[in-house]
Protein backbone atom coordinates (compact mmCIF):
# COMPACT_ATOMS: atom_id res chain seq x y z
CA UNK A 1 0.00 0.00 0.00
CA UNK A 2 2.64 2.43 1.38
CA UNK A 3 4.32 2.19 -2.31
CA UNK A 4 1.22 2.67 -4.68
CA UNK A 5 -0.39 5.16 -2.97
CA UNK A 6 2.16 8.11 -3.75
CA UNK A 7 2.18 7.09 -6.89
CA UNK A 8 -1.52 6.90 -8.03
CA UNK A 9 -1.93 11.23 -7.58
CA UNK A 10 0.95 11.39 -9.73
CA UNK A 11 -0.60 9.95 -13.17
CA UNK A 12 -3.32 12.67 -14.04
CA UNK A 13 -0.87 15.58 -13.59
CA UNK A 14 0.83 13.47 -16.79
CA UNK A 15 -0.55 15.20 -19.38
CA UNK A 16 0.09 11.64 -21.73
CA UNK A 17 -1.67 9.25 -19.51
CA UNK A 18 -4.67 8.03 -21.66
CA UNK A 19 -8.40 8.78 -20.15
CA UNK A 20 -8.60 8.06 -16.79
CA UNK A 21 -10.18 4.72 -15.19
CA UNK A 22 -8.25 2.50 -17.77
CA UNK A 23 -5.59 1.34 -16.06
CA UNK A 24 -2.15 -0.44 -16.99
CA UNK A 25 -2.67 -4.15 -17.82
CA UNK A 26 -1.24 -5.90 -14.68
CA UNK A 27 -0.08 -9.03 -14.95
CA UNK A 28 -0.52 -9.98 -11.61
CA UNK A 29 -3.64 -9.04 -11.59
CA UNK A 30 -5.00 -11.17 -14.19
CA UNK A 31 -3.23 -14.11 -12.30
CA UNK A 32 -4.49 -13.73 -9.53
CA UNK A 33 -8.53 -13.43 -11.41
CA UNK A 34 -7.22 -16.53 -12.78
CA UNK A 35 -6.40 -18.40 -9.91
CA UNK A 36 -9.80 -17.36 -8.04
CA UNK A 37 -11.42 -18.34 -11.04
CA UNK A 38 -9.73 -22.18 -10.56
CA UNK A 39 -10.73 -22.42 -7.01
CA UNK A 40 -14.35 -21.70 -8.02
CA UNK A 41 -14.27 -23.93 -11.09
CA UNK A 42 -13.83 -26.58 -8.58
CA UNK A 43 -17.09 -26.87 -7.28
CA UNK A 44 -18.38 -27.47 -10.85
CA UNK A 45 -15.70 -30.41 -10.86
CA UNK A 46 -17.11 -31.77 -8.26
CA UNK A 47 -20.52 -32.04 -9.53
CA UNK A 48 -18.61 -33.70 -12.73
CA UNK A 49 -17.00 -35.74 -10.81
CA UNK A 50 -19.85 -37.00 -8.96
CA UNK A 51 -21.65 -37.24 -12.08
CA UNK A 52 -19.00 -39.24 -13.64
CA UNK A 53 -18.01 -41.71 -11.34
CA UNK A 54 -21.87 -42.67 -10.84
CA UNK A 55 -22.65 -42.85 -14.43
CA UNK A 56 -19.83 -44.94 -15.08
CA UNK A 57 -20.16 -48.10 -13.35
CA UNK A 58 -24.09 -47.49 -13.25
CA UNK A 59 -23.99 -47.83 -16.86
CA UNK A 60 -21.61 -50.60 -16.25
CA UNK A 61 -24.14 -52.44 -13.62
CA UNK A 62 -26.72 -52.05 -16.74
CA UNK A 63 -25.00 -54.38 -19.01
CA UNK A 64 -25.24 -57.13 -16.51
CA UNK A 65 -28.95 -56.12 -15.10
CA UNK A 66 -31.73 -55.79 -16.76
CA UNK A 67 -32.91 -52.04 -16.00
CA UNK A 68 -36.84 -53.35 -15.84
CA UNK A 69 -35.59 -55.95 -13.28
CA UNK A 70 -34.08 -53.09 -11.22
CA UNK A 71 -36.73 -50.55 -11.10
CA UNK A 72 -39.71 -53.19 -10.85
CA UNK A 73 -37.97 -56.07 -9.00
CA UNK A 74 -39.32 -56.45 -5.50
CA UNK A 75 -36.03 -58.51 -4.20
CA UNK A 76 -32.72 -57.56 -3.43
CA UNK A 77 -30.06 -59.85 -2.75
CA UNK A 78 -26.84 -58.74 -5.05
CA UNK A 79 -23.97 -60.07 -2.53
CA UNK A 80 -26.14 -63.53 -2.86
CA UNK A 81 -25.16 -66.37 -4.79
CA UNK A 82 -28.44 -66.39 -6.52
CA UNK A 83 -28.08 -62.47 -6.96
CA UNK A 84 -31.84 -60.40 -7.29
CA UNK A 85 -31.34 -57.00 -7.89
CA UNK A 86 -34.99 -55.47 -7.34
CA UNK A 87 -34.41 -51.72 -6.21
CA UNK A 88 -37.95 -51.78 -4.72
CA UNK A 89 -36.98 -53.04 -1.48
CA UNK A 90 -34.46 -50.45 -1.05
CA UNK A 91 -36.65 -47.42 -2.42
CA UNK A 92 -39.67 -48.41 0.28
CA UNK A 93 -37.24 -48.98 2.64
CA UNK A 94 -35.72 -45.53 2.46
CA UNK A 95 -39.13 -43.62 1.81
CA UNK A 96 -40.89 -45.36 4.87
CA UNK A 97 -38.25 -44.16 7.12
CA UNK A 98 -38.18 -40.67 5.23
CA UNK A 99 -42.10 -40.41 5.92
CA UNK A 100 -42.03 -41.07 9.57
CA UNK A 101 -39.42 -38.48 10.07
CA UNK A 102 -41.25 -35.80 8.27
CA UNK A 103 -44.46 -36.99 11.17
CA UNK A 104 -42.10 -35.39 13.65
CA UNK A 105 -39.89 -32.75 11.90
CA UNK A 106 -43.34 -31.18 9.61
CA UNK A 107 -45.42 -30.32 13.30
CA UNK A 108 -42.45 -29.79 15.24
CA UNK A 109 -40.38 -27.66 13.18
CA UNK A 110 -43.42 -25.59 11.46
CA UNK A 111 -44.61 -25.02 15.30
CA UNK A 112 -41.07 -23.97 16.46
CA UNK A 113 -40.78 -21.21 13.29
CA UNK A 114 -43.98 -20.02 13.96
CA UNK A 115 -43.27 -19.68 17.50
CA UNK A 116 -39.85 -17.83 16.76
CA UNK A 117 -40.95 -15.80 13.98
CA UNK A 118 -44.28 -14.30 15.37
CA UNK A 119 -44.43 -15.09 18.94
CA UNK A 120 -41.02 -15.15 20.47
CA UNK A 121 -39.79 -11.57 22.09
CA UNK A 122 -36.33 -10.87 20.92
CA UNK A 123 -34.65 -12.12 23.73
CA UNK A 124 -36.25 -15.74 23.56
CA UNK A 125 -35.61 -16.01 20.22
CA UNK A 126 -32.10 -15.20 20.82
CA UNK A 127 -31.81 -18.42 23.24
CA UNK A 128 -34.25 -20.55 21.92
CA UNK A 129 -32.97 -20.55 18.35
CA UNK A 130 -29.22 -21.85 19.00
CA UNK A 131 -30.78 -24.38 20.65
CA UNK A 132 -32.25 -25.72 17.73
CA UNK A 133 -29.20 -25.13 15.93
CA UNK A 134 -27.45 -26.86 18.67
CA UNK A 135 -29.69 -29.92 17.39
CA UNK A 136 -28.75 -30.09 13.82
CA UNK A 137 -25.29 -30.26 15.26
CA UNK A 138 -25.40 -33.08 17.10
CA UNK A 139 -23.37 -35.98 14.52
CA UNK A 140 -25.89 -38.29 13.27
CA UNK A 141 -24.34 -41.45 14.45
CA UNK A 142 -25.23 -39.94 17.99
CA UNK A 143 -28.96 -39.98 17.00
CA UNK A 144 -28.55 -43.69 15.77
CA UNK A 145 -27.01 -44.55 19.30
CA UNK A 146 -30.16 -42.61 20.90
CA UNK A 147 -32.47 -44.28 19.26
CA UNK A 148 -30.76 -48.06 19.10
CA UNK A 149 -30.09 -47.79 22.83
CA UNK A 150 -32.69 -45.88 24.28
CA UNK A 151 -35.76 -44.93 22.14
CA UNK A 152 -36.25 -48.46 21.01
CA UNK A 153 -36.30 -50.20 24.19
CA UNK A 154 -37.15 -47.77 26.71
CA UNK A 155 -39.76 -45.62 25.04
CA UNK A 156 -41.29 -47.70 22.17
CA UNK A 157 -40.93 -51.10 24.48
CA UNK A 158 -40.81 -49.80 27.89
CA UNK A 159 -42.97 -46.40 28.16
CA UNK A 160 -45.39 -47.42 24.86
CA UNK A 161 -45.84 -51.02 25.67
CA UNK A 162 -45.20 -51.79 21.66
CA UNK A 163 -43.42 -55.05 21.18
CA UNK A 164 -41.04 -54.62 18.34
CA UNK A 165 -37.19 -55.39 17.62
CA UNK A 166 -34.03 -54.23 18.56
CA UNK A 167 -33.72 -52.91 14.88
CA UNK A 168 -36.84 -51.26 13.20
CA UNK A 169 -38.09 -48.52 10.70
CA UNK A 170 -40.17 -46.80 13.51
CA UNK A 171 -37.25 -45.59 16.36
CA UNK A 172 -34.86 -44.42 13.06
CA UNK A 173 -37.57 -42.71 11.20
CA UNK A 174 -39.02 -40.69 14.23
CA UNK A 175 -35.69 -39.81 15.72
CA UNK A 176 -34.63 -39.50 11.97
CA UNK A 177 -37.01 -36.49 12.78
CA UNK A 178 -35.27 -34.65 15.41
CA UNK A 179 -32.29 -34.51 13.17
CA UNK A 180 -34.03 -33.31 9.97
CA UNK A 181 -36.58 -30.78 12.43
CA UNK A 182 -34.11 -27.80 12.47
CA UNK A 183 -33.79 -27.78 8.95
CA UNK A 184 -37.50 -27.29 8.68
CA UNK A 185 -37.67 -24.96 11.17
CA UNK A 186 -35.19 -22.67 10.44
CA UNK A 187 -35.66 -22.22 6.72
CA UNK A 188 -39.56 -21.87 7.35
CA UNK A 189 -38.67 -19.23 9.84
CA UNK A 190 -36.73 -17.31 7.63
CA UNK A 191 -39.60 -17.30 4.85
CA UNK A 192 -42.03 -16.29 7.93
CA UNK A 193 -39.61 -13.62 8.95
CA UNK A 194 -39.37 -12.45 5.29
CA UNK A 195 -43.34 -11.40 4.99
CA UNK A 196 -43.68 -8.01 5.23
CA UNK A 197 -45.12 -6.53 8.17
CA UNK A 198 -47.31 -4.33 6.44
CA UNK A 199 -49.63 -7.97 5.73
CA UNK A 200 -49.38 -8.48 9.66
CA UNK A 201 -50.76 -4.38 10.70
CA UNK A 202 -53.55 -4.61 7.43
CA UNK A 203 -54.82 -7.71 8.87
CA UNK A 204 -54.68 -6.45 12.76
CA UNK A 205 -56.09 -3.52 11.46
CA UNK A 206 -58.87 -5.09 10.38
CA UNK A 207 -59.60 -6.70 13.69
CA UNK A 208 -57.75 -10.07 13.43
CA UNK A 209 -55.91 -11.53 16.24
CA UNK A 210 -52.31 -13.02 16.53
CA UNK A 211 -53.62 -16.07 15.89
CA UNK A 212 -55.34 -15.60 12.95
CA UNK A 213 -52.61 -12.93 11.70
CA UNK A 214 -50.22 -16.11 11.62
CA UNK A 215 -52.28 -18.58 10.25
CA UNK A 216 -54.51 -17.33 7.78
CA UNK A 217 -52.23 -14.04 6.92
CA UNK A 218 -48.52 -14.92 7.27
CA UNK A 219 -48.39 -18.92 6.83
CA UNK A 220 -49.96 -18.75 3.49
CA UNK A 221 -48.07 -15.79 2.61
CA UNK A 222 -45.07 -17.52 3.53
CA UNK A 223 -46.61 -21.25 1.80
CA UNK A 224 -43.86 -21.18 -0.54
CA UNK A 225 -40.93 -20.89 1.48
CA UNK A 226 -42.37 -23.23 3.70
CA UNK A 227 -42.90 -26.00 0.84
CA UNK A 228 -38.83 -25.01 0.10
CA UNK A 229 -38.25 -26.28 3.88
CA UNK A 230 -40.19 -29.48 3.65
CA UNK A 231 -38.91 -30.56 0.86
CA UNK A 232 -35.41 -30.03 1.56
CA UNK A 233 -36.16 -32.09 4.66
CA UNK A 234 -37.16 -34.74 2.45
CA UNK A 235 -33.82 -34.51 1.21
CA UNK A 236 -31.89 -34.86 4.00
CA UNK A 237 -33.80 -37.56 5.58
CA UNK A 238 -33.20 -39.39 2.55
CA UNK A 239 -29.78 -38.83 2.35
CA UNK A 240 -29.21 -39.76 6.07
CA UNK A 241 -27.05 -42.67 6.73
CA UNK A 242 -26.11 -43.51 10.13
CA UNK A 243 -29.61 -43.11 12.35
CA UNK A 244 -30.90 -45.91 9.61
CA UNK A 245 -27.64 -48.13 9.48
CA UNK A 246 -27.19 -48.11 13.25
CA UNK A 247 -30.93 -48.75 14.01
CA UNK A 248 -32.97 -49.63 11.61
CA UNK A 249 -31.03 -53.16 10.81
CA UNK A 250 -30.15 -54.02 7.32
CA UNK A 251 -32.87 -56.22 6.06
CA UNK A 252 -34.07 -55.55 2.48
CA UNK A 253 -37.63 -55.58 3.25
CA UNK A 254 -40.83 -54.32 0.72
CA UNK A 255 -43.23 -53.19 3.93
CA UNK A 256 -44.70 -50.52 5.35
CA UNK A 257 -45.14 -51.54 8.45
CA UNK A 258 -42.79 -49.64 10.58
CA UNK A 259 -42.08 -51.88 13.47
CA UNK A 260 -40.09 -53.87 11.03
CA UNK A 261 -36.42 -53.60 10.03
CA UNK A 262 -35.41 -52.10 6.89
CA UNK A 263 -32.81 -51.36 4.29
CA UNK A 264 -32.41 -48.17 2.67
CA UNK A 265 -30.42 -46.94 0.01
CA UNK A 266 -28.08 -45.50 2.02
CA UNK A 267 -27.52 -48.31 4.24
CA UNK A 268 -26.93 -50.45 1.87
CA UNK A 269 -23.90 -48.78 0.03
CA UNK A 270 -22.46 -48.01 3.66
CA UNK A 271 -22.50 -51.68 4.82
CA UNK A 272 -21.44 -53.07 1.14
CA UNK A 273 -18.53 -50.46 1.07
CA UNK A 274 -17.17 -51.45 4.91
CA UNK A 275 -16.73 -55.32 3.24
CA UNK A 276 -13.55 -54.89 1.13
CA UNK A 277 -14.88 -55.06 -2.30
CA UNK A 278 -13.01 -55.76 -5.59
CA UNK A 279 -13.33 -52.83 -8.28
CA UNK A 280 -15.30 -54.20 -11.06
CA UNK A 281 -17.04 -56.85 -9.24
CA UNK A 282 -20.39 -56.65 -9.47
CA UNK A 283 -20.83 -55.82 -5.78
CA UNK A 284 -18.93 -52.48 -6.52
CA UNK A 285 -20.83 -52.14 -9.42
CA UNK A 286 -23.91 -51.91 -7.66
CA UNK A 287 -23.32 -49.24 -5.04
CA UNK A 288 -22.79 -46.73 -7.76
CA UNK A 289 -26.37 -47.60 -9.60
CA UNK A 290 -27.93 -47.44 -5.78
CA UNK A 291 -25.84 -44.37 -5.41
CA UNK A 292 -27.24 -43.06 -8.65
CA UNK A 293 -30.70 -43.68 -7.59
CA UNK A 294 -30.33 -42.20 -4.38
CA UNK A 295 -28.24 -39.04 -6.17
CA UNK A 296 -31.90 -38.57 -8.88
CA UNK A 297 -33.40 -38.48 -6.09
CA UNK A 298 -31.88 -35.95 -3.88
CA UNK A 299 -31.51 -33.52 -6.76
CA UNK A 300 -35.05 -33.64 -7.93
CA UNK A 301 -35.91 -32.77 -4.38
CA UNK A 302 -33.32 -29.91 -4.41
CA UNK A 303 -34.56 -28.52 -7.41
CA UNK A 304 -38.26 -28.24 -6.14
CA UNK A 305 -36.85 -26.66 -3.31
CA UNK A 306 -34.93 -24.09 -4.91
CA UNK A 307 -37.55 -23.12 -6.92
CA UNK A 308 -39.67 -22.98 -4.62
CA UNK A 309 -37.54 -20.19 -2.73
CA UNK A 310 -37.10 -18.57 -5.93
CA UNK A 311 -40.76 -17.58 -6.30
CA UNK A 312 -40.79 -16.64 -3.15
CA UNK A 313 -38.18 -14.27 -3.38
CA UNK A 314 -39.51 -12.80 -6.52
CA UNK A 315 -42.64 -12.31 -4.73
CA UNK A 316 -41.58 -9.98 -1.79
CA UNK A 317 -38.11 -8.46 -1.98
CA UNK B 1 -72.77 -0.20 16.36
CA UNK B 2 -73.69 -1.71 19.32
CA UNK B 3 -74.35 -4.99 17.57
CA UNK B 4 -71.23 -5.79 15.83
CA UNK B 5 -68.96 -4.90 19.23
CA UNK B 6 -71.59 -7.30 20.95
CA UNK B 7 -70.58 -9.93 18.54
CA UNK B 8 -66.79 -9.10 18.55
CA UNK B 9 -66.47 -9.51 22.18
CA UNK B 10 -68.13 -12.88 22.20
CA UNK B 11 -65.95 -14.13 19.18
CA UNK B 12 -62.69 -13.03 21.40
CA UNK B 13 -63.91 -15.45 23.76
CA UNK B 14 -63.59 -18.57 22.05
CA UNK B 15 -60.55 -16.49 20.33
CA UNK B 16 -58.70 -16.38 22.97
CA UNK B 17 -58.97 -20.29 24.36
CA UNK B 18 -57.57 -21.05 20.63
CA UNK B 19 -55.14 -18.80 21.44
CA UNK B 20 -54.22 -20.18 24.56
CA UNK B 21 -54.22 -23.39 22.92
CA UNK B 22 -52.34 -22.87 20.27
CA UNK B 23 -49.45 -20.77 22.32
CA UNK B 24 -49.25 -24.36 24.11
CA UNK B 25 -48.99 -26.01 21.24
CA UNK B 26 -46.36 -24.03 19.68
CA UNK B 27 -44.57 -24.37 23.50
CA UNK B 28 -44.76 -28.34 22.99
CA UNK B 29 -43.04 -28.18 20.08
CA UNK B 30 -40.25 -26.56 21.24
CA UNK B 31 -40.40 -28.59 24.67
CA UNK B 32 -40.64 -31.19 22.96
CA UNK B 33 -37.24 -30.89 20.83
CA UNK B 34 -35.54 -29.67 23.80
CA UNK B 35 -36.32 -32.79 25.65
CA UNK B 36 -35.02 -35.00 23.41
CA UNK B 37 -32.03 -32.85 23.14
CA UNK B 38 -31.43 -33.38 26.95
CA UNK B 39 -32.72 -36.60 27.21
CA UNK B 40 -29.91 -38.09 24.73
CA UNK B 41 -26.86 -35.75 26.27
CA UNK B 42 -28.42 -37.39 29.82
CA UNK B 43 -28.62 -41.16 28.78
CA UNK B 44 -25.11 -40.94 26.86
CA UNK B 45 -23.47 -39.82 29.94
CA UNK B 46 -24.78 -42.22 32.44
CA UNK B 47 -23.81 -44.91 29.90
CA UNK B 48 -20.55 -43.66 29.35
CA UNK B 49 -19.63 -43.34 33.45
CA UNK B 50 -18.89 -46.23 33.92
CA UNK B 51 -15.73 -46.55 31.19
CA UNK B 52 -14.94 -42.23 31.40
CA UNK B 53 -11.25 -42.70 31.99
CA UNK B 54 -7.55 -41.77 30.61
CA UNK B 55 -6.88 -45.13 29.52
CA UNK B 56 -9.13 -43.99 26.21
CA UNK B 57 -6.74 -41.76 25.20
CA UNK B 58 -3.86 -43.88 25.85
CA UNK B 59 -5.23 -47.71 24.83
CA UNK B 60 -5.70 -48.63 21.36
CA UNK B 61 -8.72 -50.60 20.17
CA UNK B 62 -9.16 -54.30 21.82
CA UNK B 63 -11.62 -56.78 21.51
CA UNK B 64 -11.48 -57.22 25.39
CA UNK B 65 -13.25 -53.90 26.22
CA UNK B 66 -11.68 -53.85 29.72
CA UNK B 67 -8.68 -52.18 28.03
CA UNK B 68 -9.89 -50.83 24.37
CA UNK B 69 -9.32 -47.58 23.95
CA UNK B 70 -9.37 -44.93 21.31
CA UNK B 71 -6.36 -43.30 20.56
CA UNK B 72 -5.86 -44.11 17.25
CA UNK B 73 -9.27 -43.24 16.28
CA UNK B 74 -8.29 -39.32 17.96
CA UNK B 75 -5.38 -38.97 16.38
CA UNK B 76 -7.09 -40.56 12.80
CA UNK B 77 -9.74 -37.33 13.28
CA UNK B 78 -6.89 -34.57 13.83
CA UNK B 79 -4.40 -35.98 10.77
CA UNK B 80 -8.03 -35.79 8.58
CA UNK B 81 -9.08 -32.52 10.15
CA UNK B 82 -5.59 -30.64 9.43
CA UNK B 83 -6.24 -32.20 5.93
CA UNK B 84 -9.49 -31.25 5.62
CA UNK B 85 -8.38 -27.91 7.00
CA UNK B 86 -5.72 -27.11 4.83
CA UNK B 87 -7.53 -27.96 1.74
CA UNK B 88 -10.82 -26.07 2.43
CA UNK B 89 -9.64 -22.47 3.93
CA UNK B 90 -7.52 -21.71 0.65
CA UNK B 91 -10.13 -22.88 -1.82
CA UNK B 92 -13.59 -22.06 0.40
CA UNK B 93 -12.02 -18.55 0.65
CA UNK B 94 -10.90 -17.88 -2.78
CA UNK B 95 -14.24 -18.84 -4.03
CA UNK B 96 -15.90 -16.58 -1.82
CA UNK B 97 -13.50 -13.68 -3.18
CA UNK B 98 -14.11 -14.64 -6.54
CA UNK B 99 -18.02 -14.93 -6.23
CA UNK B 100 -17.87 -11.99 -4.29
CA UNK B 101 -15.58 -9.55 -5.32
CA UNK B 102 -14.79 -10.84 -9.00
CA UNK B 103 -17.79 -12.40 -10.80
CA UNK B 104 -19.79 -10.96 -13.49
CA UNK B 105 -23.22 -11.94 -12.44
CA UNK B 106 -24.25 -11.54 -15.84
CA UNK B 107 -22.13 -14.78 -17.23
CA UNK B 108 -23.84 -17.56 -17.53
CA UNK B 109 -20.84 -19.57 -16.02
CA UNK B 110 -20.89 -17.23 -13.02
CA UNK B 111 -24.37 -17.75 -12.35
CA UNK B 112 -24.33 -21.74 -13.11
CA UNK B 113 -21.31 -21.94 -10.19
CA UNK B 114 -23.65 -20.08 -7.63
CA UNK B 115 -26.60 -22.60 -8.31
CA UNK B 116 -24.16 -25.65 -8.70
CA UNK B 117 -22.89 -24.62 -5.08
CA UNK B 118 -26.26 -24.49 -3.36
CA UNK B 119 -27.03 -27.59 -5.25
CA UNK B 120 -24.25 -29.58 -3.30
CA UNK B 121 -24.44 -28.06 0.31
CA UNK B 122 -27.77 -30.69 -0.07
CA UNK B 123 -25.94 -33.57 -2.02
CA UNK B 124 -26.36 -36.48 0.68
CA UNK B 125 -22.87 -37.32 2.43
CA UNK B 126 -22.52 -40.89 1.58
CA UNK B 127 -22.38 -39.50 -2.41
CA UNK B 128 -19.37 -37.29 -1.33
CA UNK B 129 -18.58 -40.84 0.45
CA UNK B 130 -18.73 -42.90 -3.41
CA UNK B 131 -16.80 -39.66 -5.37
CA UNK B 132 -13.52 -40.14 -3.02
CA UNK B 133 -13.97 -43.80 -3.28
CA UNK B 134 -14.56 -43.70 -7.22
CA UNK B 135 -11.84 -41.09 -8.07
CA UNK B 136 -9.04 -40.58 -4.33
CA UNK B 137 -9.02 -43.90 -3.10
CA UNK B 138 -9.39 -45.98 -6.35
CA UNK B 139 -9.48 -45.09 -10.19
CA UNK B 140 -7.34 -42.02 -11.26
CA UNK B 141 -5.96 -40.96 -8.43
CA UNK B 142 -5.44 -44.35 -6.40
CA UNK B 143 -4.04 -43.38 -3.23
CA UNK B 144 -5.93 -46.05 -1.12
CA UNK B 145 -7.37 -45.46 1.72
CA UNK B 146 -5.00 -43.33 3.35
CA UNK B 147 -5.67 -39.87 5.83
CA UNK B 148 -5.10 -38.03 2.37
CA UNK B 149 -8.21 -39.45 0.64
CA UNK B 150 -10.18 -39.25 4.09
CA UNK B 151 -9.59 -35.60 4.37
CA UNK B 152 -10.63 -34.45 0.94
CA UNK B 153 -13.42 -36.54 1.23
CA UNK B 154 -14.53 -34.29 4.14
CA UNK B 155 -13.03 -31.00 2.68
CA UNK B 156 -15.25 -31.52 -0.74
CA UNK B 157 -18.46 -31.96 1.37
CA UNK B 158 -18.07 -29.39 4.01
CA UNK B 159 -16.40 -26.65 0.63
CA UNK B 160 -19.93 -25.16 0.53
CA UNK B 161 -20.26 -24.15 3.90
CA UNK B 162 -17.09 -22.66 4.00
CA UNK B 163 -18.19 -20.26 0.71
CA UNK B 164 -21.35 -19.83 1.65
CA UNK B 165 -19.98 -17.84 5.07
CA UNK B 166 -17.47 -16.92 3.29
CA UNK B 167 -19.51 -15.18 1.12
CA UNK B 168 -21.84 -13.19 3.63
CA UNK B 169 -18.48 -11.83 5.80
CA UNK B 170 -17.10 -10.66 2.57
CA UNK B 171 -20.44 -8.95 1.76
CA UNK B 172 -21.06 -7.17 4.88
CA UNK B 173 -17.59 -5.22 4.47
CA UNK B 174 -19.26 -1.79 3.92
CA UNK B 175 -18.16 -0.46 0.41
CA UNK B 176 -16.97 2.69 1.22
CA UNK B 177 -13.88 0.83 2.55
CA UNK B 178 -13.03 -0.83 -0.97
CA UNK B 179 -13.88 2.41 -2.55
CA UNK B 180 -12.06 4.37 -0.07
CA UNK B 181 -8.87 2.18 -1.06
CA UNK B 182 -9.27 2.21 -4.49
CA UNK B 183 -9.32 5.85 -4.74
CA UNK B 184 -5.91 6.02 -3.10
CA UNK B 185 -4.44 3.89 -5.94
CA UNK B 186 -4.71 0.39 -4.87
CA UNK B 187 -5.18 -2.79 -7.03
CA UNK B 188 -8.35 -4.79 -7.19
CA UNK B 189 -6.16 -7.58 -5.22
CA UNK B 190 -4.43 -4.53 -3.03
CA UNK B 191 -7.96 -3.88 -1.85
CA UNK B 192 -9.21 -7.31 -1.64
CA UNK B 193 -5.97 -8.55 0.61
CA UNK B 194 -5.61 -5.69 2.85
CA UNK B 195 -8.74 -3.86 3.74
CA UNK B 196 -11.90 -6.94 2.58
CA UNK B 197 -9.92 -9.84 3.57
CA UNK B 198 -8.65 -8.38 7.26
CA UNK B 199 -12.10 -7.07 8.21
CA UNK B 200 -14.15 -10.44 7.38
CA UNK B 201 -11.48 -12.75 8.94
CA UNK B 202 -13.83 -13.23 11.73
CA UNK B 203 -16.98 -14.27 9.68
CA UNK B 204 -14.82 -17.03 7.52
CA UNK B 205 -13.47 -18.73 10.51
CA UNK B 206 -16.20 -19.15 12.08
CA UNK B 207 -17.38 -20.05 9.02
CA UNK B 208 -14.00 -22.74 8.71
CA UNK B 209 -15.10 -23.78 12.42
CA UNK B 210 -18.67 -25.20 11.55
CA UNK B 211 -17.26 -26.94 8.32
CA UNK B 212 -14.99 -28.59 10.60
CA UNK B 213 -16.99 -29.37 13.20
CA UNK B 214 -19.29 -30.87 10.72
CA UNK B 215 -16.20 -32.87 9.49
CA UNK B 216 -15.81 -34.40 12.22
CA UNK B 217 -18.95 -35.89 13.25
CA UNK B 218 -19.44 -37.32 9.46
CA UNK B 219 -19.29 -40.88 9.74
CA UNK B 220 -20.82 -42.43 6.55
CA UNK B 221 -18.33 -41.01 3.94
CA UNK B 222 -15.36 -42.42 5.82
CA UNK B 223 -17.03 -45.56 6.26
CA UNK B 224 -17.37 -45.94 1.83
CA UNK B 225 -13.51 -44.18 1.78
CA UNK B 226 -12.61 -46.71 4.04
CA UNK B 227 -11.42 -45.87 7.10
CA UNK B 228 -10.45 -48.89 9.21
CA UNK B 229 -12.15 -50.19 12.25
CA UNK B 230 -9.60 -52.02 14.33
CA UNK B 231 -6.39 -50.40 14.13
CA UNK B 232 -3.15 -50.80 15.82
CA UNK B 233 -0.81 -47.67 14.90
CA UNK B 234 -1.70 -44.38 14.57
CA UNK B 235 -1.32 -42.71 11.59
CA UNK B 236 2.01 -41.39 10.49
CA UNK B 237 1.37 -39.30 7.19
CA UNK B 238 -1.15 -38.39 4.76
CA UNK B 239 -0.32 -40.93 1.93
CA UNK B 240 1.22 -44.28 1.60
CA UNK B 241 2.13 -47.34 4.19
CA UNK B 242 1.62 -45.50 7.53
CA UNK B 243 -1.22 -43.22 6.83
CA UNK B 244 -4.18 -45.67 6.98
CA UNK B 245 -6.70 -44.31 9.36
CA UNK B 246 -9.38 -44.21 11.98
CA UNK B 247 -11.38 -41.75 13.25
CA UNK B 248 -13.76 -41.27 16.17
CA UNK B 249 -17.37 -41.69 14.60
CA UNK B 250 -16.06 -44.93 12.99
CA UNK B 251 -14.79 -46.18 16.52
CA UNK B 252 -17.99 -45.17 17.96
CA UNK B 253 -20.12 -46.66 14.99
CA UNK B 254 -17.73 -50.04 15.56
CA UNK B 255 -18.52 -49.91 19.22
CA UNK B 256 -22.07 -49.68 18.55
CA UNK B 257 -22.20 -52.60 16.21
CA UNK B 258 -20.67 -55.16 19.05
CA UNK B 259 -24.13 -56.78 20.56
CA UNK B 260 -22.37 -56.44 24.40
CA UNK B 261 -22.99 -53.95 26.69
CA UNK B 262 -19.49 -53.27 27.67
CA UNK B 263 -18.88 -52.17 24.19
CA UNK B 264 -21.99 -49.48 23.81
CA UNK B 265 -20.63 -48.09 27.51
CA UNK B 266 -16.89 -47.48 25.59
CA UNK B 267 -19.26 -46.39 22.50
CA UNK B 268 -21.10 -43.68 24.62
CA UNK B 269 -17.25 -42.75 26.03
CA UNK B 270 -16.40 -41.91 22.67
CA UNK B 271 -19.93 -39.82 22.11
CA UNK B 272 -19.63 -37.99 25.12
CA UNK B 273 -15.81 -36.92 23.61
CA UNK B 274 -16.86 -35.97 20.30
CA UNK B 275 -19.89 -33.94 21.36
CA UNK B 276 -17.11 -32.12 24.01
CA UNK B 277 -14.97 -31.35 21.15
CA UNK B 278 -18.11 -29.89 18.80
CA UNK B 279 -19.03 -28.32 22.27
CA UNK B 280 -15.40 -26.34 22.59
CA UNK B 281 -15.85 -25.87 18.97
CA UNK B 282 -19.16 -24.34 17.99
CA UNK B 283 -18.48 -22.14 21.50
CA UNK B 284 -15.63 -20.94 19.48
CA UNK B 285 -17.48 -19.83 16.73
CA UNK B 286 -20.39 -18.26 18.46
CA UNK B 287 -17.82 -16.14 20.74
CA UNK B 288 -16.18 -15.27 17.33
CA UNK B 289 -19.37 -14.49 15.81
CA UNK B 290 -20.57 -12.11 19.02
CA UNK B 291 -17.27 -10.87 19.76
CA UNK B 292 -16.93 -8.92 16.03
CA UNK B 293 -20.67 -8.81 14.89
CA UNK B 294 -21.79 -5.03 13.80
CA UNK B 295 -18.40 -3.76 13.89
CA UNK B 296 -19.68 -1.08 11.41
Known amino acids: MASATPAAPATPATPRTPVLGVARRRRGEDAIRVLLFLAALLSILTTLGILFSLLRETIAFFGEVGLWDFVSGTEWSPLFADPQFGVLPLVTGTLLVTGLALIVAVPLGLGAAIYLAEYAKPRTRRVVKPFIELLAGVPTIVFGYFALTFFTPVILNGLLGMDVPTFNALSAGLIMGFMVLPTVASVSEDAMSAVPSSLREGAFGLGANKLQVSLRVVFPAALSGIVAAIVLGVSRAIGETMIVLVAAGQQPNLTADPRESVETITTFIAATAKGDIATGSIAYKTIFAVGMTLFLMTLVMNAISIRFVRRFRQVYE | ?296
Open chain 2, 1 to 296: MSAPALSLRAKSGSARIKEVVFRLAMLLCLGLSGLVLVTLIIDVLIDALPVLGSRLLTNFPSSNSEVAGLQPAIFGTLWIIGVCAVFIVPVGVATAIYLEEYADNSKWWNRLIEVNIQNLAAVPSIVYGILGLAFLVRGPLSLGRVVLAGGLTLGLLVLPVVIISGREAIRAVPPSIKEGSMALGATKWQTVWKQVLPASIPGIATGVILALSRAIGETAPLIVVGAATFITFNPSGVVGDGAGFSALPIQIFSWISQPQDEFRQLAAAGIVMLLGVLCVMNGLAIYLRNKYENKW
